[in-house]
């Protein structure tokens, strides 16, 4: 049973850090690109992040591009997303998802799904 287990969320203060794990179990994410993905209350899910399947390559949205960093641990089989400087507006429930052998920015590409983490910046 595949199984990508979404964790580090919580409350923190504007300019503040936090660190995203994403542990995969049932899958080996070396054959996988992974994306980091968000979803503001009453609003869709956006793209944030992703990391090729080599780890050569990444991609960001424009919005947390410079603040957000996507990386993997192969060896863990687990991905992170180290956010720094956060805002109000980066407040959402974040998912970290798995696309077999490609590294898309769209959310129908994605092969498997965490549960959310929930990341709240106050003000």
């Known amino acids: 049973q595949v199984q990508l287990v979404d964790s580090g969320g919580g409350l923190v203060q504007a300019g503040g850090s936090l660190r995203l794990s994403c542990a995969a179990s049932g899958l080996t994410i070396t054959r996988y690109g992974m994306g980091w993905f968000r979803q503001p209350s009453g609003k869709e899910r956006e793209f944030v992040a992703v990391i090729s399947v080599s780890g050569t390559w990444t991609n960001y949205a424009d919005s947390v591009k410079g603040r957000f960093t996507i990386s993997r641990d192969n060896a863990k089989n687990t991905v992170y997303l180290q956010m720094n400087s956060l805002k109000p507006e980066d407040t959402a429930v974040y998912y970290c998802?798995?696309?077999?052998?490609?590294?898309?920015?769209?959310?129908?590409?994605?092969?498997?799904w965490g549960q959310g983490t929930q990341v709240t910046v106050s003000s």
């Open positions: 998802a798995a696309d077999w052998g490609r590294w898309g920015t769209q959310e129908g590409q994605y092969d498997y």
